[in-house]
């Protein structure tokens, strides 16, 4: 079963910039179809952003788009999330998914347990 695991949240104040990971255990990255979603205190989980296998970026938050980037880096079956110009409104627990369909259809299989991002001066 895939397992994914996301490192590299923390504090940071407004304007600042964080650099999430999401580690696959799989030597087939370059097969999976990676999102990234955030769940802020007392809310639902929402999508940020998803980058296919093809290197397609699919924003979910119209507020990611221009701030948030993501990368895959097939070699070390990591995909990273590098999100600038943070704001508080960005607080909560980042979490990686894979699926084998597209962006799109949003039919995630796999999970990890999340990393959490708060922002605040």
């Known amino acids: 079963q895939l397992q994914l695991a996301e490192s590299g949240g923390g504090w940071v104040q407004p304007g600042g910039s964080l650099r999430l990971s999401c580690s696959l255990s799989?030597?087939?990255?370059?097969?999976?179809?990676i999102g990234w979603f955030r769940q802020a205190p007392g809310g639902e989980r929402e999508g940020v952003i998803c980058?296919?296998?093809?290197?397609?970026?699919?924003y979910y938050s119209r507020t990611a788009k221009g701030r948030f980037t993501p990368t895959r880096d097939n070699a070390k079956n990591t995909v990273y999330l590098q999100m600038d110009n943070l704001d508080p409104e960005d607080t909560g627990t980042y979490s990686c998914?894979?699926?084998?369909?597209?962006?799109?259809?949003?039919?995630?299989?796999?999970w990890g347990q999340g990393t959490q991002v708060t922002v605040s001066a």
């Open positions: 980058i296919n296998m093809h290197n397609y970026i699919e």
């Open positions: 998914a894979a699926t084998k369909g597209s962006c799109i259809a949003r039919e995630f299989s796999a």
């Open positions: 799989t030597s087939t990255l370059d097969s999976w179809t």
